[in-house]
């Protein structure tokens, strides 16, 4: 069941910006902590960036200082402000719900993932 849908994902031109939205169920967003990962073609799934219920959060090194994770607990909704996106940052990007204390820790409930495409 849908539980988990992701949005925002386009094409940008290198250096652009994109905002992506992931939209939870209230039992979902109710977990320990939200997270987004992305997955190019011919590579694995990879952790981009945590959230916890309080606020805390966790990024990879690759997008430190350009992505941005946030949530409103309202809206039950988990955002990914991506800056200066690069070539490398094009991936399908997926939102979760899971644990985190000291790495996060995945739970089996994914959205269908949001496409972003970013040209040099």
């Known amino acids: 069941q849908v539980q988990l849908v992701e949005s925002g994902g386009g094409l940008v031109q290198a250096g652009g910006s994109l905002r992506l939205s992931c939209a939870a169920s209230?039992?979902?967003?109710?977990?320990?902590?939200m997270a987004w990962y992305r997955q190019a073609p011919g590579k694995q799934r990879e952790l981009v960036a945590v959230?916890?219920?309080?606020?805390?959060?966790n990024y990879a090194d690759s997008v430190k200082g350009r992505f941005s994770i946030s949530r409103d607990n309202a809206k039950t909704t988990v955002y990914l402000q991506m800056n200066s996106l690069k070539p490398e940052d094009t991936a399908v990007y997926y939102c979760?719900?899971?644990?985190?204390?000291?790495?996060?820790?995945?739970?089996?409930?994914w959205g269908q993932g949001t496409q972003v495409t970013v040209s040099s």
């Open positions: 979760n719900a899971g644990i985190y204390v000291t790495t996060f820790d995945p739970g089996n409930y």
């Open positions: 209230r039992s979902i967003f109710s977990r320990n902590a």
């Open positions: 959230i916890t219920s309080g606020g805390r959060t």
